[in-house]
C-alpha cells in the first residue's frame, strides 16, 4: 500500500532534479499529510515498513531507504547505497557508492561514508567533513558492534572497528588492521598492517602500529612511539617514543587469541 508521494516542489542537487515526498497515510511516527525529504525517483524510498525521509534530507541515484530507516536534517543518500533496518542517517553526512548502513547504526555530524563500507549494529559514525569531502569510512572497511567515530577519523581499505572501541582526533585505521574491544586510538595514531589492537589499550599522539604487532590489555602507546613486525604490548605497559620491532614484548604475558577481533 502507498505511503507517500511527490509533490510539485522541487530542488537541484548537483543538476539532478528531486521532489519532495508528503506522506499519503499515517504509518510510524509519521501522519498523512507530512512533508518529507527529496527523493530523485520513487524507488529510492520503500513502501513498506516505517522508514522516511524528512526534513531536507535527499536520496537519489539508486540510493535506497528501507524497512525503519530514517534520513533526517541534511543528510544525502546516493550511487547504489542501502540504508536499512532502524539506522539513522542524519545531520550533514553522505553515504554513498555501494556502501551500506543497517540495524541501530547512526551516522551522523558530517561523516561521509563510502565505497563498500559497512556500518551496522550499533555504531556510531559521527565526525566533521574532511576535506574535499573525503571518506571517513570506505573501501571493505567494516564498524559494527558498539564501535564509535568521531572528529576527523578514517577507517579505510578492508579495516575493521568493533567491540566498543573508540577511532577519534586524526587517527586513522588501514589496510586489514582490526580494532576492538575498549580501545582508543586517538590523536594521529595510524594502525595499519595485518596487526590487532584490543581490550583497554589506548594508541594517542603520533604512534603507529603496523606490520604484525598488537596492543592489549590497558597498555598505552603515545609520542612518536612504532610497533612493527610482531611485536607486543600488552598489560599496563606504557611506550613513549620508542620503536619495538621484531619480537619484542612488553608488559605481561599476551595471549593473541585476547586480541584478535572482527
Not at 25 to 45: H, P, S, V, W
Not at 137 to 166: H, I, W, Y
Not at 229 to 235: H, I, S
Request: proline share 0%; with cysteine.
Amino acid at each position: 500500500m502507498r505511503k507517500f508521494c511527490v509533490t510539485n516542489q522541487s530542488t537541484l542537487h548537483e543538476g539532478v532534479r528531486l521532489h519532495r515526498i508528503v506522506a499519503d497515510r499515517d504509518f510510524g511516527q509519521i501522519k498523512a499529510g507530512t512533508l518529507g525529504g527529496f527523493i530523485q525517483t520513487t524507488e529510492n524510498l520503500s513502501h513498506e515498513g516505517n522508514c522516511w525521509i524528512a526534513d531536507d534530507a535527499k536520496v537519489l541515484g539508486d540510493g535506497r531507504v528501507t524497512e525503519d530507516a530514517q534520513i533526517l536534517g541534511r543528510a544525502i543518500v546516493c550511487g547504489h547505497s542501502i540504508i536499512t533496518g532502524r539506522a539513522v542517517v542524519r545531520d550533514g553526512a553522505m553515504v554513498t557508492e555501494d556502501a551500506y548502513v543497517g540495524d541501530d547504526a547512526v551516522v551522523g555530524r558530517a561523516a561521509v561514508i563510502a565505497g563498500a563500507a559497512h556500518v551496522t549494529d550499533q555504531a556510531r559514525v559521527l565526525c566533521r567533513r574532511r576535506k574535499h569531502d573525503r571518506p571517513n569510512v570506505a573501501d571493505q572497511a567494516r564498524v559494527f558492534e558498539q564501535a564509535v567515530l568521531e572528529d576527523l577519523a578514517v577507517v579505510k581499505d578492508e579495516a575493521t572497528v568493533c567491540g566498543r572501541a573508540t577511532v577519534r582526533g586524526h587517527a586513522r585505521v588501514l589496510q586489514n588492521a582490526s580494532v576492538g574491544g575498549d580501545a582508543v586510538i586517538a590523536g594521529r595514531a595510524k594502525i595499519a598492517g595485518d596487526c590487532h589492537i584490543g581490550q583497554h589499550a589506548q594508541i594517542s599522539g603520533s604512534g603507529v602500529v603496523c606490520n604484525r604487532a598488537t596492543a592489549a590489555g590497558s597498555c598505552a602507546i603515545g609520542g612518536r612511539s612504532l610497533l612493527t613486525g610482531c611485536a607486543r604490548v600488552a598489560g599496563a605497559a606504557v611506550v613513549r617514543d620508542e620503536t619495538l620491532s621484531g619480537c619484542q614484548q612488553r608488559g605481561a604475558g599476551i595471549r593473541l587469541a585476547d586480541m584478535e577481533v572482527g
